[in-house]
């Protein structure tokens, strides 16, 4: 098909993730042709630095031949095994061990998904039935924090706290609560101890207010990715699990985003030693080369379940559950992460980016900068003292990313004025040479448009007043 008649397609027929409809219609698709390395090219030729890896996901880069003849073995071998009837397959059962092996030591069960959202939903039917299983019934209430994202599935949406996934589809439900998100930018503590002792002394009062016997569990994300990429003070992770267990509610945390080298260790937990009761990985469990995700459980809660239905069968699957060819994509995208030297480039190299994103500071209308291993985002304000944002009428995040995309750059433009950032574990120092290059040109094509340099002259006006 030509490119004018697959963008026609396109829109009259795709239905594309969390955008306007109509706008997407009016817009018509980006139409992506190609990859390799940390480079996508478009069907109109446009060679693009991929700074944000696909969608947080393609930690290896793309173009891995070795996971290309990982998949096609598996695929001429055994193209699919289903887990129903005691059924399994190699590469599944060889993947389950390795993640228990590498995952803080209270996870000792696995349960695969096709992604993230179903990972959250999965997780979700876990503890409700595990306290179902154990007496506890009442125990329906889950707590998770402000701009937090769990996915988009029915209940997984509400436990996300971003209004577009609320909107319309009646979330968030009774039984789903927030606290504040640690969010240091838009906080007024004096230190990091602060702000820690308040998150949990949130948590205490929410539970304390619904009541512990019906609390279940408390889910976060180690670092916040698609609330703004909410970087909490080193030890708040640890205090927040360590509440939950005083409180006897479980603790899931939420690797999606966080893990297989994303912040630095191969998960964000093992940096503070944290052993969740759950936790829940996708993206880079297979690096976005075929669908895959996982909830990782405790001896304990899977106990719980297995033995509160000794006669029953548990009934909880998907058709794609443990794919043989998603597993044994994982298993070698798990290989280049330890053997191919990709979690040791992204610790050589962490420091480089965090330079990078640091020195763009300076810049008039950037606020804040805010990192942790391959994982960052730049705040940009239009009044750097008060740390006011942009009207959003501005559409400054729209401005930002056309003009990115003119410089040959991709990354993500959140709507309340955040850059995010999450490139590939295999960038070298030339391509973080080349993304700040280009971030900084993008950030002057921005301010120099009449509409953004005006919006941060009139603020610093009436601070001036």
């Not at 390799?36 to 969608?55: C, I, Q, W």
């Not at 080193?234 to 080298?261: N, P, Q, S, Y």
């Not at 996708?282 to 405790?298: E, F, Q, R």
């Not at 300076?362 to 940009?380: I, K, N, Q, T």
Request: aromatic share 10%; net charge negative; glycine share 10%.
């Amino acid at each position: 098909m030509s490119i004018s008649s697959l963008t026609e397609a396109d829109r009259k027929h795709l239905i594309h993730p969390v955008v306007n409809y109509r706008a997407h219609e009016a817009r018509g698709v980006t139409l992506l042709e190609s990859a390799h390395g940390s480079f996508v090219r478009d069907a109109e030729g446009n060679e693009l630095l991929d700074a944000f890896a696909g969608l947080w996901c393609v930690n290896v880069g793309y173009g891995q031949e070795s996971i290309v003849e990982a998949a096609c073995a598996q695929m001429r071998k055994l193209p699919y095994a289903t887990g129903y009837f005691h059924f399994g397959s190699e590469p599944a059962i060889e993947l389950a061990a390795q993640l228990v092996e590498r995952t803080p030591a209270s996870l000792q069960h696995v349960y695969f998904t096709l992604g993230g959202s179903d990972a959250v939903d999965s997780a979700v039917r876990f503890i409700t039935h595990y306290f179902n299983a154990i007496g506890q019934p009442a125990k329906k209430q889950f707590i998770s924090l402000a701009r937090g994202y769990h996915g988009s599935s029915s209940f997984g949406a509400g436990l996300t706290a971003l209004p577009a996934f609320h909107r319309n589809f009646d979330l968030p439900l009774p039984q789903q609560h927030y606290i504040a998100s640690p969010y240091a930018y838009r906080s007024n503590f004096d230190d990091d101890a602060a702000l820690i002792a308040a998150s949990v002394a949130a948590l205490e009062a929410k539970v304390a207010e619904l009541g512990a016997a019906r609390v279940a569990a408390f889910f976060c994300e180690p670092i916040q990715g698609s609330g703004g990429v909410i970087v909490p003070p080193v030890g708040w992770l640890k205090a927040m699990r360590d509440a939950c267990r005083k409180l006897g509610i479980l603790f899931v945390a939420d690797e999606v985003i966080t893990g297989f080298g994303r912040t630095g260790p191969l998960f964000a937990c093992e940096a503070e030693g944290v052993e969740p009761d759950l936790m829940t990985v996708a993206k880079g469990l297979t690096s976005g080369y075929a669908p895959m995700g996982a909830v990782l459980i405790s001896d304990e809660v899977y106990r719980g379940i297995a033995d509160g239905s000794p006669d029953a069968a548990i009934g909880h699957g998907y058709t794609y559950s443990a794919h043989p060819v998603s597993a044994a994509i994982a298993l070698e995208v798990m290989r280049l992460y330890h053997e191919g030297g990709l979690l040791a480039n992204a610790a050589a190299l962490g420091p480089r980016f965090a330079q990078g994103l640091d020195a763009l500071l300076e810049h008039p209308l950037v606020g804040d900068s805010r990192h942790r291993g391959f994982l960052g985002a730049l705040e940009l304000v239009a009044d750097k003292d008060t740390k006011a944002g942009f009207d959003a009428a501005l559409k400054l995040p729209d401005r930002i990313a056309a003009a990115a995309y003119r410089n040959g750059l991709i990354f993500r433009a959140f709507g309340d004025n955040i850059l995010g950032f999450a490139p590939a574990l295999s960038y070298t120092a030339g391509e973080f040479d080349l993304l700040f290059e280009r971030l900084r040109r993008t950030l002057d094509d921005a301010l120099a448009e009449p509409e953004v340099r005006a919006a941060l002259d009139r603020r610093t006006r009436v601070a001036e007043c």
